[in-house]
């Protein structure tokens, strides 16, 4: 079993629409767990971090379930600069490396 | 303020040849960490450094090794080339300290390297 796992994808939604990523997790002793975005062949850019009690930037909010070792990222009001690959990324419990899932692609769409 | 620098950006080898990768973390950080991403995967930890010492280290063989400098730049080198060791090479810069300005890392552009 991957110790990141996330949906398959890709997700094509049109503008305006309102997408969830999901992802789970099988180290128990994960700290920190972050939402990465990497746009096409450029390098993955932290889009936010995930705290226990939710956290909210603009159109985007990440929930941690910590019993369940599930993260979610929902995107509100889908926007064209949107499209990239969303990656799930979790630090592995002891040090600092971090354990990044295959990544989940969204195309929005006018 | 200067951010993760990696040079170079692309190379060709040959198997079983030998490559250095270089990286120059963002001004202010001390802490750079390796990350090898294969086409369609996300990225995978090769290793880290900090203090001019390795860390941590991921699944990776001892066919991959690296350095850090005085200045926190730091290198990965890869000896006798696979066939699978094409990918994109990423560089990430932390601070280390606290658990949040270690965790966030910060990546350089990469160095997509193709082996034939």
């Known amino acids: 079993r991957k110790e990141v796992e996330q949906d398959p994808g890709p997700f094509n939604v049109p503008e305006g629409a309102t997408v969830a990523f999901n992802c789970t997790y099988s180290?128990?002793?994960?700290?920190?767990f972050f939402w990465y975005r990497q746009d096409c062949r450029k390098e993955p850019k932290l889009l936010m971090s995930?705290?226990?009690s939710g956290n909210e930037d603009g159109r985007f909010t990440a929930q941690l379930n910590r019993a369940s070792q599930y993260i979610s990222l929902l995107i509100r009001d889908s926007k064209l600069s949107d499209s990239a690959t969303y990656l799930c990324?979790?630090?592995?419990?002891?040090?600092?490396?971090?354990?990044f899932g295959k990544g989940t692609s969204l195309l929005v769409t006018p | 303020d200067a951010g993760v620098t990696q040079s170079p950006t692309h190379l060709i080898k040959t198997r079983g040849q030998q490559v250095t990768l270089r990286c120059s973390p963002k001004?202010?950080?001390?802490?750079v960490s390796w990350y090898q991403q294969a086409l369609g995967q996300g990225p995978q930890f090769i290793f880290q450094?900090?203090?001019?010492?390795?860390?941590q280290r991921g699944n990776f063989p001892d066919r991959f090794s690296g350095h850090q400098f005085p200045n926190y730049s730091s290198e990965l080198n890869v000896n006798a080339l696979l066939l699978g060791d094409s990918a994109l090479y990423l560089c990430?810069?932390?601070?280390?300290?606290?658990?949040?300005?270690?965790?966030?890392?910060?990546f350089g552009p990469g160095t997509r390297l193709t082996v034939t």
């Open positions: 990430a810069s932390s601070l280390w300290g606290s658990p949040t300005e270690s965790y966030e890392q910060y």
């Open positions: 180290n128990s002793a994960s700290q920190s």
């Open positions: 995930v705290y226990s």
């Open positions: 990324v979790v630090n592995m419990g002891s040090g600092y490396a971090l354990n």
């Open positions: 001004s202010g950080h001390d802490t």
């Open positions: 450094y900090y203090e001019e010492e390795e860390r």
